[in-house]
């Protein structure tokens, strides 16, 4: 069953605005991993926050993780077209070891 | 590194066939991979967990004899659809966990999609 849930469902921006989306999680976690993906392709990893950190960045992402909320957020900052992809978050939970449990994910739109 | 592939990339069959999907670990070996499905527009779906030289483990719901998992070598596993009908029409992905490395990195295939006419 899908662990997460996230929003928006969809979200469509322009180059250079921020675009920020929300996961939340039902179980306690080891960690939480946010991915791209590229229409029709596999899944690129971008980011790992674990259960003890609160917040993380990487480049124009930042990642931040409310385990009493059991939520996660992830930023883009200044988005650009090649952004646009559907971003999904990936919950490890502390009963399943190695086992990732996906969000819905959201679409993201950036338009030039 | 960590470079996982899968074959065939598309895949269009009729009902009733077989169809099997490789999923390769290209230059790391894999004790653990993940076989997951994802409909249009939909989130992955966790099918089975399967390790080296064991039977794998499948999530509640799928069929185990419907989705066949094999994987015989530490670089090498296969899900077999067998007897296709139109709604496993899908796209199938794989991931790999790395031999020593941490349960937490998985690497992901890109992905093959299946369509049963």
């Known amino acids: ?11 469509s921006i322009q180059e250079g605005e921020n675009a920020t989306m929300n996961c939340s999680y039902k179980t306690s976690i080891n960690n939480l991993q946010w991915y791209r993906q590229n229409s029709g392709r596999g899944l690129v990893h971008l980011i790992l926050i674990r259960s003890n950190e609160r917040e993380k960045h990487s480049g124009r992402l930042r990642v931040t993780l409310d385990t009493s ?3 996660s957020s992830l930023l883009i900052t200044a988005s650009r077209a090649a952004d646009t992809a559907s971003y999904f978050c990936a919950s490890m939970t502390t009963d399943s070891w190695g086992k990732l449990q996906f969000g819905a994910g959201t679409q993201v739109v950036v338009t030039p | 590194g960590a470079v996982v592939s899968q074959h065939p990339s598309r895949v269009i069959c009729k009902s009733g066939t077989s169809v099997k999907i490789e999923c390769r ?13 994802q ?5 992955l779906m966790l099918m089975a967990t399967s ?4 039977k794998a483990t499948y999530e509640q719901g799928v069929e185990k004899d419907k989705f066949l998992i094999n994987h015989a070598s530490l670089t090498l596993s ?3 659809v067998t007897s296709a009908h139109p709604e496993d029409s899908s796209f199938y992905i794989c991931s790999a966990s790395a031999l020593g490395g941490t349960p937490n990195e998985q690497f992901f295939g890109p992905g093959t999609r299946l369509t049963v006419l």
Request: net charge negative; glycine share 6%.
């Open chain 2, 51 to 54: 390790n080296e030289g064991s």
């Open chain 1, 69 to 71: 909320k059991k939520s």
């Open chain 2, 39 to 43: 409909f249009p527009k939909q989130s």
């Open chain 2, 25 to 37: 670990s290209l230059d790391f070996q894999a004790t653990t991979m993940f076989w997951y499905r």
């Open chain 2, 78 to 80: 296969t899900l077999t």
């Open chain 1, 1 to 11: 069953s899908q662990q997460g849930e996230e929003d928006p469902q969809a979200l």
